[in-house]
């Protein structure tokens, strides 16, 4: 087992520290020269993206976050509507699925049972559907109409890293994809798009080499009780892997919340010392938005909060206010997540290592759950 875990000391140090190569083996061969994606499993379903109106993905856990994420790029880039849903949820709510819908289902092990029923159940109601997955032949893929796999290799910790950022990138070429086939940017828009992509895997090296930092943060911090996570935009669902993370992996009470909704009921939760993660979006996204969390931030922290900021490299604004600034590189707004989830994967793992536990085969939990 130590030598399959290549000289680290858990499968998820070493999956984490894969992250640059799961998204470059995931976009390999799939951008041409021309900067359009070319995934041949997608070649032949242009009738099919043209005919449709509405995405709806499926996916559970850490796969239904990379879902939300999916969720902004694709209805930016394709502007369709697109819906995220708990496959469980989906399931048994009568959701409004018909020929015209494209259901994703996103799964790293392919065969949760919950997110193959949600495929069976959406196929029989007339929709088309494709499956995101990292197992090549997994049930949910054989199910399916169309795959495109991720390549992010295989994933044994139980708390998915690498798997995560594999399945956003592929969401980001098939939401590039059909938006070339309906027309709704322009070639050169999506080359401007491939290219920010293929810069991600180094950016992301980039962002592990602040490893020590983060695990030096979580030693302090490891008899914390609660640790609560803000983000907006594409920051909203990596605060709720941030905190998934830390409930997987240290058994701590952990919530992430959209920063908008801080003043609707979270900022209650503020006391002195309570940590709160911050994603903080680029000023160059939006600059209402940065400025929205910026104040996120100067409010909690009148209040005592412990602020640890996410943010890119430059952004002078959080520093007055943030105890601990993370940086990530410049990246496309819409990019940002594949940077600023590292710090927050890294921070639980340490956290849980600080605290004896083991990371790997956290308890309670199954890498792949197929039962309903
Ligand atoms: C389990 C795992 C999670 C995973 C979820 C979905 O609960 O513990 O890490 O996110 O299943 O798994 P899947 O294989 O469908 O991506």
Redesign the pocket.
């Known amino acids: 087992a130590a030598a399959e875990k290549g000289g680290w000391t858990s499968f998820m140090a070493k999956e984490i520290s894969e992250q640059p190569d799961a998204v470059a083996n995931t976009i390999r061969a799939r951008i041409g020269a021309d900067g359009l994606v070319h995934v041949p499993e997608l070649e032949g379903l242009d009738e099919l993206f043209r005919d449709i109106s509405r995405v709806v993905v499926v996916?559970?856990?850490?796969?239904?976050y990379a879902g939300m994420v999916g969720k902004y790029a694709i209805e930016a880039w394709t502007r369709l509507p697109v819906e995220v849903a708990l496959?469980h949820e989906f399931r048994y709510s009568d959701p409004v699925v018909d020929s015209s819908t494209l259901v994703v289902?996103?799964?790293?092990?392919?065969?949760?049972m919950?997110?193959l029923m949600a495929v069976k159940y959406a196929a029989e109601r007339g929709a088309k559907t494709l499956s995101i997955?990292?197992?090549q032949g997994a049930t949910?893929p054989r199910e399916s109409d169309a795959v495109v796999y991720t390549h992010a290799g295989p994933e044994v910790a139980?708390?998915?890293t690498k798997?995560?950022v594999a399945?956003i990138t592929a969401l980001y070429l098939l939401g590039l994809h059909v938006a070339h086939v309906r027309g709704s940017l322009t070639s050169e828009q999506i080359s401007d798009n491939t290219a920010e992509l293929q810069a991600i895997p180094a950016k992301i090296a980039e962002v592990l080499t602040q490893h020590d930092e983060v695990a030096q943060l979580a030693r302090w911090m490891s008899d914390t009780r609660s640790v609560l996570f803000l983000g907006r935009n594409v920051g909203y669902p990596i605060s709720l892997e941030g905190a998934?993370k830390l409930k997987?992996l240290a058994y701590i009470h952990a919530e992430g919340f959209a920063a908008g909704e801080l003043k609707h009921g979270p900022i209650a939760l503020i006391e002195p010392g309570q940590p709160v993660f911050v994603v903080v979006p680029s000023p160059r996204g939006s600059q209402t938005m940065h400025s929205k969390v910026v104040s996120n931030i100067q409010e909690i922290r009148a209040r005592g909060a412990r602020v640890i900021a996410i943010a890119e490299e430059g952004d002078v604004a959080v520093l007055p206010y943030a105890d601990t600034v993370v940086r990530v590189p410049l990246a496309a707004p819409l990019f940002e997540p594949l940077l600023c989830v590292v710090p927050t994967q890294i921070f639980a793992m340490e956290l849980a290592s600080a605290k004896g536990l083991d990371v790997d085969q956290?308890r309670n939990?199954?890498?792949?759950?197929t039962v309903e």
């Open positions: 996916a559970c856990g850490t796969a239904s496959s289902s996103i799964s790293q092990s392919g065969e949760t919950d997110t997955c990292n197992t949910i139980v708390a998915s798997a995560f399945q998934l997987e956290p939990l199954a890498k792949s759950v």
